[in-house]
């Protein structure tokens, strides 16, 4: 059985032991000699102490990025709150560009008032600066827009530390029989939670463009079953349970889509349904080839897919109504499971070289062609919603693990979890 079938029913997601609720942890592996030094001030806190260290987890998102080096707690001359308490020439002596601080108070434990201040150290200014209200519920949700905030001051980039990740695990239970769950967690890897959990495998997990849903794959009936479920709620509706396969669920950017593989005529085809009315319009006619893993172009015209109709997987263009479809991949003989950046100039997937499997990226204006990973068991690439970094699953001492990389190459991240295998990421929209 080829790779691309045996993708697209899922079988070997059988194979990775895992365990629910992963607490995943991010480790730099490689870094960009530019990255900015940054001093983060542990912020100052008043009243009741709050249940997040706000200021730790603004210090580790920074520094996870790579493009922030974040001076060593131990190299803080002084413990500032507010500008009137910053002696900037000290700062300089450390050739920090930029400098946060801020603090927290509470008078009842429930409520808490965040400030925060983000200064340029050499030109002794305030770059940007603001206070909040927020539940202790809410703390490290804000701890991660504000990284957000003090990002996008810094590099004029976007920053996508508040968003989600969703994954897939399994573990093997006591009585030698596998559990499969379907979890979320923040971007950084914390607060993970169960969305569904099941005797059966799950796969190919998707967001909405809203970040209100996920559509994925279960077998929990015995077969492939797409379903879509709302992440508040809890509800879920199985959408496309037809015979055969019913595979990798993909949303179309106005939310009201799903480009889908179905088997139903009797060949793995690409099928658009329309969620409010069932209409669904078969997108590919092929016969002789296995047509899957479709994703959309950001405007919604055209949807890219993966297919072996030339005879080895390659990656495919076609209208969303249908129609002719155009050759995307010519480099390699294997170039499979494509995402699109939110802009539409990129195209991250696996390639194939020696028997080996890593994720590339092709622009796709120019056609050109970089290998990102070099470990060889690379798999399901996803864009964080600013496009600059891609999030897929690889292994790492016979482990499943997730990692990331950004488009040019330079920072390397690695999302360990203790004992566990984690598979199929999804990175989530920027959450409103």
Known sequence: MNKLLFRVIGFWILLLPFH?????????????????????????????AAPEDISEVIRNDLASSGRFAPLPKSDLISSPHEKAEINFGDWRLLRSEGLLVGKVSSVDGETYQVQFQLFDVYKSQQLIGK???????????????ISDLVYQTLT???????????????MTASDGKKRYTLEV???????????????????????????????????ENGKAEVFVQE?????????AAFKGINSAPAWSPDGKKLALTLSKAGNPEIYVLELATGKLARITHNSQAIDTEPVWMPDGRELVFTSDRGGRPQIYKVSADGGRASRLTFEGRYNASADISPDGRFMAMVHASNGKFYIAVQNLTTGTVQVLTEMGHDESPSFAPNGRIILYATEQNGKGVLAAVSVDGRIHQRLGESGSDVREPAWSPIRK
């Open 20 to 48: 629910a609720h992963a607490v995943l942890t991010i480790e730099i592996t490689g870094g960009s000699e530019a990255a900015l030094p940054i001093a983060v001030v542990p912020f100052g806190s008043e009243g009741f």
């Open 131 to 145: 206070r909040y209200q927020v539940p202790a519920s809410g703390l490290r949700r804000l701890a991660h827009q």
């Open 156 to 170: 004029g980039e976007v920053g996508v530390f508040s968003t989600r990740l969703a994954f897939v695990t399994d």
């Open 185 to 219: 967690s923040d971007a950084d890897g914390a607060n993970p939670r169960s969305v569904l959990q099941s005797k059966q495998p799950i796969l190919s997990p998707s967001w909405s463009p809203d970040g209100e849903r996920l559509a994925y794959v279960s077998f």
């Open 231 to 239: 992440m508040r709620s809890g509800r879920r509706d199985s959408v």
